[in-house]
């Protein structure tokens, strides 16, 4: 019993020490768990995958650690793990955090310990993501309606594009060619109902076009978004030449910062109220909206800038509105006109007023004040 408390306390001592504080995966803080064979601290989510790996993997409070192990623990940790494990790690990688869906965190976890593919060692043949080019088929949602048909793409950094068929073969041209330059991947699989599924989105004559896809192998879902963050990132190194890895890294690809149904009404605020998808594109400092989530294309967009330039958000709707089902009012104030939302539940009011207030309290950068101009000559 003695050794059992002592172990636990060099343990605990261990876990509070800067470099293992953390998750050596996803980053989630105060790990609990440890894989006594690789030497390092996990959570208990990631302790799972680990354990599916054959890494084996014991909690810090709960289970009994020999002397030997707890010495072993001693001499590794996360530093010295991701040293060894992550020492060639390509700079546009994506590393999962704890929130992130499933298959980003179990095939990051797999591609460190289990394939080994950022220890610097010569591999071949090269991980598909490295070379620059990749083509596969991905299933992908039709345009008008739930039917996912598997398509042939073609990820070129020669063009720094994305190309797409209808077909499997390639005779009658592709159905879309996608610049780079305005490609984002975001993991959706609540929205698209496979634990895979990916929202591709870009601009197609200034409006934003989405695709819905998804690959039935884990592995091959995160190659080919991989493959598509390291052409992004290529591009970014060609368009920006003096930009820095911490400048462009961030750009890459971004995650929407909420989602979700409102109800909206018209210009003249007498029209019904219809509910409509609607996504915070912090990053561009966009609200989209559509019909549904799982549109192809937005029905309409609101450039979300800052207070000081006429922009302001507050958590209710005139006393004059009507025809609304839902009862939590947004207003949102733009230097054109007034928008009325209604949130069904209190609480996505009140997420959505945090979000909206979030982006306008960030200074606007010169590229924002092209997309505000571009967004005004729309309408």
Known sequence: ??????????????????????????????????????????????????????????????????????????????????????????????RPQQTDCAVLREQWIRAKYERTEFTGETKY?????????????????????????KRKFVLSERDFT????????????????????DLNVTFQPEKIGHPHGMQITYLNKDR??????????????????NALRAVRYAYLKTAYPTGTEADLIPNIMHNYLKEGYMEKTGPLQKEPFKRRWFILD??????????????????????????????SVSNHAPKHTRGNKWKFGLTVETPERQFIFMCEYEGEQREWLDALMQVMSRLMAPQDYTTEANIRNKR
């Open 1 to 94: 019993m003695a050794n059992r408390e002592r172990n636990k306390r060099i343990l605990l001592e261990l876990v509070k020490m800067p470099e293992n504080s953390h998750c050596a995966d996803c980053g989630a803080p105060d790990p609990d768990w440890a894989s006594y064979k690789l030497g390092l601290f996990v959570c208990l989510t990631c302790s799972g995958i680990h354990r599916n790996l054959s890494s084996r993997v014991k909690s810090i409070k709960l289970d009994y650690w020999e002397d030997e192990l707890v010495e072993f623990m001693k001499s590794s940790g996360n530093a010295r793990a991701t040293a060894l494990y992550e020492k060639a790690l390509p700079p546009y990688y994506y």
């Open 125 to 149: 043949p090269p991980p598909s993501y490295t070379t620059g080019f990749y083509e596969g088929t991905l299933w992908k949602k039709g345009k008008e309606n739930m039917h996912f048909l």
């Open 162 to 181: 994305l190309v797409y068929y209808n077909k499997e073969n390639e005779s009658k041209g592709p159905k879309a060619v996608i610049a780079v330059r």
């Open 208 to 225: 934003t076009r989405s695709l819905f896809v998804y690959h039935e192998s884990p592995e091959e879902t995160i190659t080919w978004y």
């Open 282 to 311: 912090s990053q561009n400092r966009k609200l989209l909206y559509f019909k549904g989530r799982l549109d192809a294309e937005e029905l309409g967009v609101i450039f979300i800038g800052t207070e000081s330039n006429g922009y």
